[in-house]
């Protein structure tokens, strides 16, 4: 089976523009977590959906939003970029209890 | 709220002696505790978790934590470091146990293997 996959690997943007990074769960998983992990820290959980619902939200501003579509994939998006929005942005999917397995993670740069 | 204090950002050991990265956490709830490893430009994998079953969790790669309620603490330990075991290691809380809710993560500890 495919583990969980994020697109695009790699991005490069400049302050004030938008981005959109996406997820692909494993088959079968119905819910979806995001995190920012900034260089030499832990990653911060964002959001987590379950079943297109959000389930929780992380401390960080209304510039970031995500949703889940009707297969379980997810977007995670943020606007109006800053410099401290750089970071490597990793997905995780679960069944509704249980390990959370990540993808490789979607890596940020603000310029 | 849940923390998790990974007391030590830096661990150095000579390959074939023992590992210990230590963890302290904060939680209102009987937790879930795990232990994720992250090699450079890989995901985050998962060594070991805790659901209050034993308090002696065995994971994988010969790696074990304890959690010992007392003390507040589940550090990983393995008897002989590889150096395939170098990387960066968290230890992570999740409320309520069982929950695949919000992991709080450490700040994570960086272990290198000496040859």
């Known amino acids: 089976d495919a583990g969980v996959t994020q697109s695009p690997t790699h991005l490069i943007k400049t302050r004030g523009q938008h981005v959109t990074l996406r997820c692909s769960p494993i088959?079968?998983?119905?819910?979806v977590s995001w995190y920012q992990q900034v260089l030499g820290q832990g990653p911060q959980f964002i959001f987590q959906?379950?079943?297109?619902?959000?389930?929780g939200r992380g401390n960080f501003p209304d510039r970031f939003s995500a949703r889940q579509f009707p297969n379980y994939s997810s977007e995670l998006n943020v606007n109006a970029l800053l410099l401290g929005d750089s970071a490597l942005y990793l997905c995780?999917?679960?069944?509704?209890?249980?390990?959370?397995?990540f993808g490789p993670g979607t890596r940020l740069t603000v310029l | 709220a849940q923390s998790v204090t990974q007391l030590d950002s830096h661990v150095s050991v000579s390959e074939e002696t023992p590992v210990l990265l230590r963890c302290n956490y904060s939680?209102?709830?009987?937790?879930?505790l795990f232990w994720y490893v992250q090699h450079p430009n890989k995901g985050l994998q998962l060594l070991l978790k805790?659901?209050?079953?034993?308090?002696l969790v065995k994971g994988i790669n010969g790696f074990e934590a304890e959690f010992k309620k007392s003390e507040t603490s589940f550090h990983l330990t393995k008897p002989s470091a590889h150096m395939s075991d170098a990387a960066e290691y968290f230890c992570?809380?999740?409320?309520?146990?069982?929950?695949?809710?919000?992991?709080?993560f450490g700040s994570g500890t960086q272990l290198t293997v000496l040859p």
């Open positions: 995780a999917s679960s069944r509704e209890a249980g390990e959370q397995f």
């Open positions: 088959s079968g998983h119905k819910s």
């Open positions: 959906y379950y079943e297109k619902e959000e389930r």
């Open positions: 939680s209102s709830y009987s937790p879930s």
């Open positions: 805790y659901t209050s079953a034993a308090t």
């Open positions: 992570v809380v999740s409320e309520p146990a069982g929950s695949a809710r919000q992991l709080t």
